[in-house]
Structure formats: structure tokens, C-alpha cells
């Protein structure tokens, strides 16, 4: 499994009415559609993809302003964006009904995509997901309550800033290459603007719109949580296990926001073990 970005890097472009995206296609058999979220990128899929790519036709890509995607200061990369994308995308692989699974706003991406949008799926796995308000961390909710401040700061020391942020994420310490394939791509004054915009785009009401929808789903749904997981509480996966039909909630001991990273073997055995029982129905 690739160690680094530079071994992960996507191979294949498509120019969609919001920019061009990478993406990269592995295995065969029925398709399931892997959606990042922030600030990270396909790369959170690494050690994942390859294991599901054994029985399915998996697709990963790199948002739009993430990773090899086309990367903008001035683009727009809301989830409401994102959603768009994801819908775009799916028609131009020619796939339909894909199990889609997302991971923080990838969450909140797959969801409206369905629920807004109206694209069929065949399951849906939600992995510390942005799903229900408030979503915007602490962290975030500063940072954007002082903008001005932070696109003056010197990157050094907003960099100091963000790296501890982002330690603070996961359980488990990542390694060097790990952390830099994850969050290099914000290193330099560039990806300090590249992050802000982000956080300036963070909308609650993209997901508020269908939040009220979430007692309409009826195909397959896994929660994935990480027990220690410091952005979005674990609290959250049981609020979500009451308010979708049939949801099954699974949460993962010694893993953070990023269970990928914590706990890579783990989760990719529940999912495979998902998808196949799902797929595997009538």
C-alpha cells in the first residue's frame, strides 16, 4: 500500500461544470464510490481502497480544491458544491445505484446527493460524518470569527497553530509521511489561503436542508465512529442511529476523527463485510 502521496497519486481527469477532478478507478465488481472529506483527500483511502478493490469496482477522487483536483483561491467548494460534483461525477463513470461512503463533510456530501439531489444509491456508510448542526467546530467557529486576522498571520505561525490541530485528531501519533501526504498540500502561504477558504464556505444550511430527510432513507446504512474522536463527538453517531431508519451504528475503540489512519485494517474489514452483505440482498 502506497506510504506516500506521491505513490498515491490519481491517474485519470475529468473537467465537471465546477473544474477538473481526479480521480482513479480500482478492482471490479459492483461499484462503490469513496468520498474524503477535509481537510484531507483521497489519500484518507489508501490503505482502504486496495482491500475493497478485491470484490468491488472502487472509485476514489479528490474533491474539488483537495489533493490533484483543480485548486483555486477564488472557487467554490461548499458541500452544496461538492454534492453537485459527486452527482456529475457518478454519471460520467455511467455507474448507477453505487454504495457510496463518506468521511466528515464527505458525509454531508453523500447525504445530499441523495437526499437533495436524488441520486439512487445502494447504500450509504457514514464515517464521522458533518451531519447534523452544529457541525462547525470550536476551532473553526474562531478562526472564521476572525478572518482578517488569520489571512495576515504569518504562515510559520499559523501553520504552528494548525499542525496541533490536526495532531489532535487522530489517536494514534501519524507518522512523518502519513502526515505530510494527508496535510502537506496546505503547507505554504498558498495552502494557508487554500484552508481559509474552506472554513469560508462552511455553511450549516447545506446539510440543515436535509436533515429533516434522514428519517426518509430506506436502503443499507453503517455508522462508523471513532470512540475518541475530538471534532465530532461520538454522541453524534446515536443521534444518527434514532433518526435513520434501520441504521446500523458500529463505534471503533481507540480511533479519532480520522479512523482510517487509527484503525485501517478494522475499518476496512467492516466495510467489506457491509458491502457485501448489502449487495449480496435482493
Known amino acids: 500500500m502506497p506510504a506516500d502521496r506521491a505513490a498515491w497519486a490519481l491517474t485519470q481527469r475529468v473537467a465537471l461544470t465546477n473544474g477538473e477532478i481526479a480521480f482513479d478507478v480500482l478492482g471490479r465488481g459492483p461499484a462503490v464510490v469513496l468520498v474524503h472529506?477535509?481537510?484531507t483527500s483521497s489519500f484518507l483511502w489508501r490503505k482502504i481502497a486496495p482491500k475493497l478493490a478485491e470484490h468491488f469496482t472502487v472509485y476514489v477522487f479528490d474533491m474539488l480544491g483537495f489533493g490533484d483536483s483543480e485548486r483555486e483561491v477564488e472557487q467554490h467548494v461548499s458541500i452544496a458544491v461538492h454534492a453537485a460534483n459527486l452527482v456529475e461525477l457518478v454519471e460520467h463513470w455511467g455507474i448507477s445505484s453505487p454504495a457510496v461512503v463518506g468521511h466528515d463533510i464527505g458525509g454531508g456530501t453523500i447525504l445530499r446527493a441523495h437526499l437533495v439531489h436524488?441520486?439512487?444509491?445502494?447504500s450509504l456508510t457514514?464515517?464521522?460524518?458533518?451531519?447534523?448542526r452544529p457541525w462547525i467546530?470550536?476551532?473553526?467557529?474562531?478562526?472564521?470569527?476572525?478572518?482578517?486576522?488569520?489571512?495576515?498571520m504569518p504562515h510559520t505561525t499559523w501553520w504552528a497553530m494548525t499542525e496541533g490541530h490536526l495532531r489532535r485528531a487522530v489517536h494514534r501519533e501519524m507518522a512523518p509521511e502519513a502526515f505530510e501526504g494527508h496535510f502537506g498540500q496546505w503547507r505554504g502561504p498558498r495552502g494557508q489561503a487554500l484552508w481559509l477558504r474552506n472554513l469560508r464556505?462552511?455553511?450549516?444550511?447545506?446539510?440543515?436542508?436535509?436533515?429533516a430527510r434522514l428519517s426518509e432513507i430506506d436502503v443499507p446504512t453503517l455508522l462508523l465512529w471513532g470512540e475518541n474522536d475530538n471534532w465530532l463527538d461520538v454522541k453524534i453517531s446515536e443521534q444518527l442511529e434514532q433518526r435513520i431508519p434501520g441504521a446500523r451504528r458500529i463505534v471503533i475503540e481507540e480511533a479519532g476523527h480520522f479512523a482510517m489512519e487509527d484503525q485501517p485494517q478494522l475499518v476496512a474489514h467492516l466495510l467489506d463485510e457491509f458491502l457485501s452483505d448489502g449487495f449480496a440482498r435482493p
Open 201 to 211: 464556505q462552511f455553511d450549516e444550511d447545506h446539510t440543515r436542508e436535509f436533515e
Open 126 to 132: 457514514l464515517i464521522d460524518a458533518v451531519v447534523l
Open 137 to 152: 467546530t470550536p476551532h473553526t467557529q474562531h478562526i472564521r470569527a476572525h478572518l482578517d486576522a488569520f489571512v495576515t
Open 37 to 39: 472529506g477535509t481537510p
Open 118 to 122: 436524488d441520486m439512487p444509491v445502494a
